[in-house]
């Protein structure tokens, strides 16, 4: 199933690489986050994979820079990866050119939601590591751009009686665990950050996420530009129900981060079901409370 135009993708990115630096406020953001998350881990990798880099922002981090020895980074825009220093190349996710056990560690930061199979591309980042290597990703989540996507949505429908995807589809952190489960992952472990963000208006929040390289890449997307009639009111729409009192408008942001390390037979397994030796409200020390009746035999 194909849910997005990978070279309009790549369109995209390769557009907004002249000015990124401009709009690049997110990505900052999460490569500090990640850089903080990889620094605490004790551990030095020999050899990594920065996939979806962009310009560069993740590798460059003071806080890694013993961390990893080399640190190879990887985008799907030539452009876009041509900004970045140290040793890189432009690939597609979908089609990871790295040999298997190859890696010590995989980050991603807001590259991985534009994939069409994102089990896929996990399977091929879990099979490029070496036993015991670790992925660390960022992808935006569910709740990303919710007040865009609603006043879209509401003024396509009361202007043109339809609707149309405007705005891409994401991860819900309810299945992002699973998703790395099924990649084979273990100790996968997920999280959420929301992050608002304020604007002057909608059409700066627009312009911010042209410069971001984020702009809709959906395969069913309408061909045709949105109406001006359609547009106006949907930045009227933002402004009634999200407005703030200063006149700009909140746009949020979900970043989920994704953590799982390759199997390796050093790893705690979990235990079976049943074979606890000790009750929890013993380890509490609270009286123990009946979660029902037990069925009838």
């Known amino acids: 199933m194909l849910l997005f135009d990978r070279l309009l993708v790549q369109h995209h990115r390769n557009r907004a690489a002249q000015n990124f630096e401009k709009h690049d406020f997110l990505i900052h953001h999460i490569a500090q986050e990640m850089a903080e998350r990889l620094s605490a881990i004790d551990r030095v990798f020999p ?28 985008d799907l825009s030539p452009k876009m990866v041509a900004k970045a220093h140290g040793p890189r190349f432009a690939a597609d996710e979908e089609r990871l050119p790295v040999a298997e056990e190859s890696l010590n560690l995989v980050t991603s930061v807001l590259s991985l939601h534009w994939t069409n199979d994102l089990p896929g591309a996990l ?91 984020e702009t809709n890449a959906v395969l069913d997307r309408r061909k045709t530009p949105l109406r001006r009639k ?32 390759a199997p390796h037979e050093s790893q705690q397994k979990p235990l079976a079901p049943g074979s606890a030796r000790t009750r929890l409200a013993d380890a509490l020390k609270v009286p123990e409370q009946s979660a029902g009746e037990k069925t009838s035999q």
């Open 47 to 74: 050899k990594g994979l920065d996939l979806g880099s962009h310009q560069g922002a993740l590798v460059a981090h003071p806080l890694l820079k013993d961390k990893v020895e080399t640190f190879f980074q990887c």
């Open 230 to 261: 359609t547009l106006l009111r949907a930045v009227e729409i933002y402004q009634e129900k999200y407005g703030l009192e200063d006149g700009r408008i909140p746009a949020t942001f979900e970043v989920i981060y994704l953590t799982g390390w």
């Open 123 to 213: 399977i091929q980042i879990n099979r490029s590591l070496k036993p015991d290597g670790l992925f660390l990703g960022a992808v935006l989540g569910g709740a990303t751009l919710h007040e865009l996507r609603t006043s879209l949505s509401e003024a396509e429908v009361e202007l043109e009686g339809g609707l149309s995807p405007r705005v891409s589809p994401m991860v819900d952190l309810r299945d992002a665990g699973s998703l790395l489960q099924r990649a084979g992952f273990g100790l996968p472990v997920t999280d959420s950050e929301p992050l608002t963000v304020r604007y002057k208006s909608p059409f700066h929040l627009m312009q911010e996420l042209r410069g971001m390289g």
